[in-house]
C-alpha cells in the first residue's frame, strides 16, 4: 500500500496558514477544524513550515500567554520532512516514528498533494492486515 492509497480514501484537503498568521488563530483552527498541525506555505505557496500542537507548546512554554501573539514563522517547524505518493506506507511509518512527528506532507516535483497523519498511516496498514489475514483464512479453507 502506498501514500497515494491514503490519500484517494481520505482526500486532499490541507489546512494551511501563511507566516504572519497568529499563534492564536492557528490554535482556534486546530481546535475548530480538530487536526494536529497546519502548513506554513510561502507566497510561492511551497511549504515553508509545519505548525503542530508540540510547536505550540513549546512556544507557551517558552513565552507564556504572549505566544498567542507570536506569529507562524516565529514557532514553525521550518525542516519539514516529506513524502511522495509513490511511498509505501511502511516507509513513511518508519520515517515519522525516527523522526518522532506525527504529520508529512505529500509532495511531488514541488507541488502539495496532501498531508499524511500517522493516524492516517496506522489505518491503512491495519487495513491492509486485514486484508492479507482474510486472504489466508481463504487460502486455507480453500487448501
Do not use: N, W
Amino acid at each position: 500500500m502506498f501514500v497515494s492509497d491514503i490519500l484517494s480514501q481520505k482526500g486532499t484537503t490541507i489546512f494551511t496558514v501563511v507566516p504572519a498568521t497568529s499563534v492564536a488563530e492557528i490554535a482556534q483552527q486546530l481546535s475548530a477544524r480538530r487536526i494536529g498541525s497546519v502548513l506554513v506555505l510561502d507566497v510561492a505557496g511551497s511549504v515553508a513550515g509545519i505548525v503542530s500542537e508540540r510547536d505550540l507548546v513549546r512556544a507557551l512554554a517558552r513565552h507564556g500567554a504572549k505566544a498567542l501573539e507570536l506569529e507562524a514563522r516565529q514557532v514553525m517547524t521550518r525542516d519539514v520532512v516529506t513524502c511522495d505518493p509513490d511511498d509505501s506506507i511502511d516507509s513513511v511509518m518508519q520515517t515519522m516514528t525516527e523522526g518522532r512527528f506525527r504529520h508529512i506532507p505529500v509532495v511531488r516535483r514541488g507541488e502539495l498533494l496532501g498531508l499524511v497523519s500517522i493516524g492516517d498511516v496506522v489505518k491503512a496498514r491495519l487495513e491492509e492486515t486485514r486484508h492479507e489475514t482474510e486472504a489466508l483464512k481463504a487460502y486455507i479453507v480453500a487448501g
